[in-house]
């Protein structure tokens, strides 16, 4: 009898941890279109504020979401650039969008490429254009 509960006890156990493991790791998504703005602010501001103290900046900015405001200087398939600083990657094709347009966008900022040193968004969408 000891024996039947024990190992229904550990079955039991090894079953609730599998189901918590399972849902921590395969969580929801998370949708920025939905999500609430942390920080409204132009492209060259943002970028300005990056400068001054890059990891002040990233502590308060990193994985959140954006919205910035900002005159589009290149286009590609589905990346913008803002003011030649911020390279926003688009969750879709965007043809109707023109070099020298004006656009808000509302994205997760991701951090810094030292590389071609600029910042990065991605998840954006365009909240409005001028």
Do not use: W
């Not at 602010?41 to 979401?65: G, M, Q, V």
């Not at 656009?103 to 030292?114: A, E, N, S």
Request: charged residues 25%.
């Amino acid at each position: 009898m000891k024996t039947k509960n024990f190992i229904f006890l550990t079955l039991a156990f090894i079953a609730a941890t599998g189901i918590v493991l399972l849902s921590y790791i395969y969580k929801e998504h998370r949708t920025i279109r939905t999500e609430k703005v942390n920080t409204s602010t132009t492209a060259i501001a943002f970028y300005s504020a990056f400068i001054k103290d890059k990891a002040a900046f990233n502590a308060i900015h990193l994985d959140k979401t954006i919205e910035l405001k900002g005159l589009i200087t290149t286009i590609e398939s589905n990346r913008i650039v803002l003011d030649q600083k911020i390279v926003v990657t688009l969750e879709r094709d965007l043809m109707t969008l023109n070099i020298n347009k004006k656009i808000t966008i509302k994205g997760r900022y991701v951090g810094f490429d030292d590389l071609l040193e600029y910042l990065k968004i991605d998840q954006a969408t365009v909240t409005s254009t001028q």
